[in-house]
Structures are given as structure tokens and as C-alpha cells.
């Protein structure tokens, strides 16, 4: 088994090698160290943990950037080790972190299978203790100043943080390479603010960006690039579909399903209707389809503007 290690990004700031980014920040005045992101679960944040012990500082806070479970299923694990630790999170990401189930209806559309419904209402919470701006600002934790910029598009409340390094932690505003090579769809509930998101990271000079699936990068132009290019064909595609055929939202999940050889199961329909779901609203946004009811059907067919 690989051994989990701290990588450093520039400075003091510090990102968990492996599958999730978790940052870590250390104030070596204080000798204390604040988290971004608490991983998945318990056992890769103990590991985290115990790094940073090794090092001698001591953990005070945790900053969300959103309030996806794999990104703060360490919470409990960290409140039962440190029961003073501060838990930072925006207002609506704080919903998602202290309410598990809701997830459910954000990433299933509502199809999550009984059994993780009651996985997840049996967990111990860890609730927030101090809500982040979700509009730029700063927000320190005891004297360290971090700079929260706002970057809506994948999840309600995301932002960013930036360590007086100058290292911008994205969260999943931004996917890695591994992540675009395997996801023919990505994941944003909301197209719109995902590009103005893309927009205003291309205009930013960082030293470097972390991005939690992803680790650390100098440069995110191209990867914003590869992130648009997906994006486009994934709503041409549907664009397509729909003008060939008039098309329920059920027919339009089934062919992408069927065309992307997407695993049949619960979750996986239901991921992929959400993401259908925030393309068809773009797409009649832009006047390119309509939706109307037909015997009872919710209907898309192509626009007579277009």
C-alpha cells in the first residue's frame, strides 16, 4: 500500500499526495496548521493527521470549499480528535456538510438507494462552526489571512481559498487530466457560472492552483480549455438528439447512458440526469430548444428561433 505523503506546493502550503487534494496550510510562528478539505472518510484524514503531527503543529481549522461528502467525510474523525477545531464552510455548502442525505437529492436527482439514505442519516455530524463569505473576501483563522474567491458552477457555495503563499485551492471547480480522460460528462449543475468561474481563473496569477481531484498545477489554462471543449460537445450532443427527435428528459439519459457505456445502476442515472438536466436549462436559455407537455410527458424539441 502507498504510504500517504505531504507535498509541498510552494512555500507553506502543502497538498496530500493521492486520489483527493487536501490541502494543508502551516503557520510556522504558531505552529499550527489549517486543512482544506477533509477527504472522503476517516482513515485517509488520519493519515493526514498523523503527518502533521510528525511535523509537530497543531490542526485548529478546516476550510470547505464545498459541501460535497467525499470532500468532508473526515469531519467527524477530525471534531472527535480535536474537539475545538474550527469547521469553515459557506452558508449553503453548510447545508450539504451538516445534512449528508441532502446529497442525495444533488447528486442522485433523487434516485439514492434506501440503504446509503440510512448510511448516511446513521453518521455522526460535525457541524459548521464558522460560515466562509461566499463572496470574494478574506477570512482569517487567528492572525492567518486567507483570500475566499467565489467559484460557482459544480456545487452551491464553492469557492476557493488562497494561502498568504499564493497557492489558490479549487476544490472541483476544476477537474485534472485523469479525471477529463474518463469523464466523457462533467459534473456542473450550473453551465453559466462554471464559465464565468473558467473566465475569472484564467485572469488570476496564482504561484500555483490545487485541484482537489488533480493535485498541483502551475498553469490551468489548458486544463480550462479541455474543460470547455467537453462541455461544448456534451451540448452539441444533446443539441443533436433532441433536434433528430423530439425527446423526454428519460429518452435523452438513455442515450447518453447508452452512447458513453455508462454502468446501469441508481446513482449513475441519477448523476447523469442532474448534469443532463443543467445542459437542457442552457440550452433553452439560449433559444436553441423548447420544452412543452405532451400527454402528460415533459417534451424537448428543437426551437423555431434557432
Known amino acids: 500500500m502507498v504510504r500517504l505523503e505531504l507535498v509541498e506546493v510552494a512555500g507553506n502550503s502543502y497538498v ?8 494543508v496550510y502551516f503557520d510556522k510562528p504558531s505552529k499550527t496548521a489549517v486543512l482544506i478539505d477533509s477527504g472522503p472518510n476517516a482513515s485517509i484524514i488520519e493519515e493526514v493527521c498523523a503527518k502533521i503531527s510528525e511535523m509537530e503543529y497543531q490542526i485548529v481549522a478546516v476550510l470547505h470549499t464545498h ?3 467525499v470532500n ?16 469553515c464552510a459557506t452558508h449553503l455548502a453548510s447545508y450539504l456538510i ?8 444533488v ?25 466562509l463569505p461566499s463572496k470574494d473576501s478574506t477570512f482569517h483563522i487567528h492572525t492567518i489571512p486567507f483570500k475566499i474567491v467565489s467559484l460557482p458552477g459544480h456545487s452551491p457555495g464553492l469557492v476557493g481559498i488562497i494561502t498568504p503563499d499564493h497557492v489558490l485551492y479549487c476544490g472541483d471547480a476544476l477537474f485534472g487530466p485523469k479525471t477529463l480522460n474518463k469523464q466523457d460528462i462533467l459534473f456542473y449543475h450550473d453551465l453559466m457560472a462554471a464559465r464565468r468561474s473558467f473566465k475569472k481563473l484564467l485572469m488570476m496569477k496564482m504561484n500555483a492552483y490545487v485541484l482537489y481531484h488533480g493535485g498541483p498545477y502551475k498553469n490551468v489554462s489548458g486544463l480550462i480549455l479541455k474543460h470547455l471543449t467537453i462541455m461544448r460537445d456534451t451540448s452539441d450532443l444533446l443539441e443533436a438528439f433532441i ?15 447508452n452512447k458513453y457505456e ?6 449513475r442515472h441519477g448523476l447523469t440526469t442532474s448534469i443532463i438536466l443543467a445542459y437542457l436549462k442552457e440550452l433553452q436559455q439560449a433559444k436553441k430548444i423548447v ?3 405532451e400527454q402528460g410527458m415533459l417534451v424537448f424539441s428543437k426551437s423555431t428561433e434557432a
Open 16 to 23: 496530500a499526495s493521492g486520489k483527493y487534494g487536501i490541502g
Open 67 to 69: 459541501g460535497h461528502a
Open 72 to 87: 468532508h467525510g473526515g469531519n467527524s474523525y477530525l471534531k472527535k480528535t480535536f474537539p475545538n477545531i474550527r469547521i
Open 98 to 105: 451538516e445534512n449528508p442525505s441532502f446529497e442525495l437529492f
Open 107 to 131: 447528486f442522485d436527482a433523487g434516485t439514492g438507494s434506501d440503504e446509503k439514505a440510512e448510511e448516511n442519516k446513521g453518521s455522526k455530524r460535525a457541524l459548521v462552526t464558522d460560515y
Open 243 to 257: 433536434k433528430e427527435n423530439p425527446s423526454t428528459l428519460e429518452q435523452l439519459v438513455q442515450k447518453v447512458m
Open 262 to 267: 455508462l454502468e446501469d445502476n441508481l446513482q
Open 291 to 293: 420544452a412543452h407537455v
